[in-house]
Every structure is written in structure tokens, then in C-alpha cells.
């Protein structure tokens, strides 16, 4: 099922491994350490009919674990194991069991690359989530950022970037969680998550 918001909202697209399109076996690739004990990135495009997939490269398969990854643009923010904990800590109170949730970071042009090819959107946004999870009750997924509009749009409405940046995180992490925003209504409810969540980071993790 896909979802999507004009201008520049969030994008969610939830694969759960198998294609809406053909039905077929979908396989999630994740990244890797390499032998140096680093991440080497490379970014693949799966073929299953007319879908196309991109999924980071593993031999292990998914962990219990986060990881962040810089496409082509850095997320320019400290503390990656408190906004870990918090995301974590979000995850538990919509009562998700954790597999893995990448984050990639990235400039607006490569998430316009991505909009259009798999969407047909030609148009930025700040966030496309994939979710690869089978179980509802499970957090496994990709969220590609692009820290360009995340920067904008924290300058339009006179939030500070890492705010905006956080914000961004946890909606993606929602949409794994079930939340949708296609509609008003929709809307709300995840805004309102979201400020709830944003509510608790400045409580107990600053």
C-alpha cells in the first residue's frame, strides 16, 4: 500500500516484503559492516516486475538494531544514542516488538530521485518510509530523510532544526507504527503523536 501528501509531506510506503503489484517474494537488504568493521553503502535496485526496490546491502539479515546511514548528506546532529533510546522508548509505548529500523540521510535531490521513480511524484519531501515487517507488531523498515527539507521547512516555521529533524524521525517511526496521515483527521492524530513525543524527548532526554 502506498501512501503519499502533496507538496512537502511525508511520504510512507509499506511493502511488508511482498509487492502489492505481483505478488511476489520481496527481499529486504540492510546494510553491512565490512571486514574494517565499517559500513560499506551501496545502494541496489531489487527487479520484481514493474517494481522497483531500493534496499541497502547485508549478509546477516535483520537485526535487533537501529542504524543511521549517510546516503550523500549527514544528519548534523549529536546524542545518536539518546535519540536511539527515545525512539525506542516511542516504539514501546505503541507496544512494537523491535527487529531493525534503518535511517538514511539525504540530500532533497536524491529523495526527489526516489519520489519520482517510485511514486511518480515530482515534487521534494522530507520523509519516504518502507516498512518490511510481516507482522503489524513488528518495527522492521527503511526511513530515507532529506536533512535539506528538513532544514527548510525547520526555517519556515521558525522551529529549530534539530526539533523539525526529531520530528521527522519519530513520524516516520509512527508510520511503522500504523499511524496514516492521508486524510484531515489523520493528520492530527499523528501530529499530536508526534508533539506528545517530541513532548517526552525535552523531558527526559535533554
Given at each position: ?172 517511526l ?7 496521515d ?12 508526534e ?12
Amino acid at each position: 500500500t502506498f501512501t503519499s501528501s502533496p507538496g512537502t509531506q511525508p511520504i510512507s510506503i509499506s511493502l511488508m516484503k511482498i509487492s502489492s503489484f505481483s505478488k511476489e517474494s520481496i527481499t529486504p537488504l540492510c546494510p553491512t559492516p565490512n571486514s574494517l568493521n565499517r559500513f560499506m553503502v551501496d545502494v541496489i535496485m531489487l527487479y520484481k516486475s514493474s517494481l522497483e526496490i531500493p534496499h541497502f546491502v547485508t549478509k546477516f539479515g535483520a537485526m535487533k538494531t537501529m542504524n543511521w546511514f549517510n546516503a550523500d548528506s549527514r544528519p548534523g546532529i549529536r546524542g545518536k544514542e539518546l535519540v536511539e533510546a527515545w525512539l525506542r522508548a516511542e516504539a514501546k509505548r505503541e507496544k512494537k516488538k523491535w527487529q531493525q529500523l534503518d535511517y538514511v540521510f539525504c540530500s532533497d535531490d536524491y529523495l526527489l530521485e526516489m519520489n519520482r521513480s517510485f511514486l511518480q511524484h515530482d515534487y521534494y519531501t522530507d520523509i519516504i518510509t518502507f516498512g518490511l515487517s510481516e507482522n503489524k507488531e513488528v518495527i522492521e523498515g527503511e526511513i530515507y530523510i532529506s536533512t535539506d527539507r528538513v532544514r527548510d521547512n525547520a526555517a519556515t516555521m521558525n522551529t529549530p532544526y534539530k526539533t523539525e529533524l526529531l520530528r521527522v524521525m519519530v513520524h516516520g517511526l509512527l508510520h511503522l507504527c500504523g499511524y496514516k496521515d492521508g486524510s484531515a483527521a489523520a493528520k492530527k492524530a499523528m501530529r499530536a503523536r508526534e508533539d506528545q513525543a517530541l513532548e517526552r524527548w525535552f523531558k527526559k532526554f535533554v
